[in-house]
């Protein structure tokens, strides 16, 4: 069965410095990955999806920047965080044209 | 472009009652729907979904019917528990790129 993995689950950075989370998916090949964010009390907003190693895309201009290194492996990063950067970052999955999402356990980040 | 809106929380009830959340959509084209739960401190599960016109999700107790004439996909459950508080998001998936579309989540809580 699939899994997906997010580290750390909490974080505590202050502004100006960098960011590097990670999301792991196991027991599936090829998935579109996907970054969300949830700021306190609001919905979810897709920050950046990847169809396959080494293709990004963005939905929302930002501080952030995300990258695919390997087939299961997805990465959030920033060079100075802000504080408006604090959220619960979510990394979900699904299989190639397939419409169900599956969500990690999520990050929560402060910055302070 | 699609969009999804929902009755606004915090919904606060009593054990054994009716549970209503309102859902509707916008979207071009056949949209798949989702109802997706968020527990405190984790991210989210999903808990029914519906791919196609008059079709009935369900799961652990909850319902949502797809309806294409009102464009309206609201979920039910009809005597709720304490272990349901959370944070309820309907979704829909475009048919075109399977991205998802969130509405803003529905804070529900459950008093013994």
């Known amino acids: 069965s699939q899994t997906i993995h997010q580290w750390p689950a909490t974080l505590v950075q202050p502004v100006g410095s960098p960011l590097s989370l990670e999301c792991t998916v196991e027991?599936?090949?090829?998935?579109?990955l996907y970054w969300y964010r949830q700021a306190a009390g609001r919905g979810l907003q897709l920050l950046f999806y990847s169809v396959g190693i080494g293709q990004i895309s963005s939905e929302v201009p930002q501080n952030l920047s995300a990258s695919r290194p390997q087939d299961r492996q997805f990465i959030l990063s920033s060079k100075k965080l802000l504080l408006s950067d604090s959220g619960f970052y979510l990394c979900a999955w699904n299989e190639p044209k397939t419409d169900t999402q599956y969500f990690g356990p999520g990050t929560r980040l402060t910055v302070l | 472009g699609n969009s999804v809106t929902q009755m606004e929380g915090p919904v606060t009830l009593s054990e054994e009652a009716f549970l209503t959340i309102n859902c509707t959509y916008t979207a071009t084209g056949y949209p798949s729907l989702f109802w997706y739960v968020q527990y405190p401190g984790e991210g989210l599960q999903l808990l029914l979904k519906?791919?196609?016109?008059?079709d009935k999700g369900s799961n652990k107790g909850f319902e949502a019917t797809y309806r294409k004439e009102t464009t309206s996909f609201h979920l039910e459950k009809g005597s709720v528990q304490v272990s349901d508080s959370a944070v309820y998001f309907c979704?829909?998936?475009?048919?075109?790129?399977?991205?998802?579309?969130f509405g803003a989540g529905t804070t529900v809580t459950v008093r013994a």
């Open positions: 027991g599936t090949s090829n998935p579109n």
């Open positions: 519906a791919t196609k016109a008059d």
């Open positions: 979704a829909l998936s475009d048919s075109n790129d399977y991205k998802l579309s």
